[in-house]
DNA sequence: GGTAATTGTTAATGTAGATTAAGGGATTTA
DNA sequence: TAAATCCCTTAATCTACATTAACAATTACC
């Protein structure tokens, strides 16, 4: 197995000795999901937190017509979870599928309070990844407070190049707010001259 | 000065030792800002986080044609900050104030660096307290993305019930995302018979 | 205590984006 | 490799909510 990558993700924050990395490690699972296969469903308890290592996971809810809105896109190197439910023991709001055949490691949320009771470094990478994840929300949400639909198009183009390419353009309008309907009319009517 | 409240609301999370309740109490800075006072303006760098002992705060954001758009309110024994704006040394997006007269407790981002390196039950109150707030913002988006306004209304009577009757009607509206005028609309527009 | 500013309401009109529908092209999957 | 599904586009119609405006009722503050 290659932790590289996950243990490169914790290294941007702190510095582990061997001991940690190896204890860290050992906690880890592997898991291939197939296209389309679920991680989590709405209604069950989110008991992990999931790291990409190959492929893109995307975490939507459902309205009551059954639309699907996508909140968060998981390429390689992002974390996803429903933190609500990981917190609480309540049921997930959130879904959270594979867009593309994807591997994963996770940790199961009673080993990551173990670890992090054991090794306050872990409490601290935590701490840190949790605060950027909070300042991303704070600021997605004043986005969609603040600006027009073809505004948050170019934020996400900014935000996540490698998908503008790969993704079917229905998954963006869901991101971003609007039909696929809308985005495509948005697209395509150039303003001329 | 009155310690108790915030040291309340650390105790939910971490058990603080009386050696690191003076310690951390040394830190703290007390202020009182006068309704309409400004704590943080767009375009500063956010270098507190704060916690309100009596009063109430607001952050919200300037669109293109000077609206406002409430993020959050701060009731006595919320936390109030710019994220992103904190962590990275950035300009704020975010506008603080106060909704009427109110006192509060702040902690400088240096001060709180060094208390969470020397006490690891600090980084960890930091983690959940973060944890928490992450998790806030991921279903507050939900919401935003499969409700109704009338359902962010109702939504809103429950998380903020002690403001619901204070506060008035354009702020509840601001913070739902419509307009002054379309929530009066709607809240008199009593489905009859 | 009086004037100014803020607030809630109603109503007419405007608009960004939704909905519905339909067709053709590309990808899956059996 | 064929059938089925998925994807993108265009266009007509629809709707939730915004905008503007005007007035009365509060509330803040000099």
Redesign the interface.
């Known amino acids: 197995m290659d932790y590289a990558p996950i243990l490169n993700n914790i290294a941007k924050y702190v510095t582990l000795t061997e001991e940690e990395e190896i204890y860290f490690t050992s906690f880890l699972h592997y898991k291939k999901v197939k296209r389309k296969q679920y991680l989590l469903e709405a209604g069950d308890i989110n008991t992990k937190i999931s790291f990409v290592t190959n492929g893109c996971l995307r975490s939507y809810?459902?309205?009551?017509n059954g639309?699907e809105?996508v909140?968060q896109f998981a390429p390689v190197g992002w974390w996803i979870v429903?933190?609500?439910s990981?917190?609480?023991h309540e049921p997930a709001?959130?879904n959270i599928d594979a867009i593309e055949e994807t591997e994963l490691l996770y940790i199961l949320k009673p080993d990551l309070d173990a670890l992090?009771l054991k090794y306050?470094k872990f409490?601290?990478f935590?701490?840190m990844l949790?605060?950027?994840?909070?300042?991303?929300?704070?600021?997605?949400?004043?986005d969609?407070?603040?600006l027009s639909a073809m505004e948050r198009y170019s934020n996400f183009c900014t935000l996540y190049p490698s998908l503008i390419l790969s993704l079917p353009q229905k998954q963006v309008a869901s991101y971003i707010?609007v039909t696929p309907e809308f985005l495509s009319k948005m697209l395509n009517t150039v303003v001329v001259k």
């Open positions: 809810a459902i309205d009551k639309g809105h909140l429903d933190m609500r990981l917190l609480n709001r959130l992090q306050p409490e601290r935590g701490r949790a605060e950027n994840a909070m300042a991303t929300y704070q600021h997605r949400q004043i969609n407070m603040i707010g």
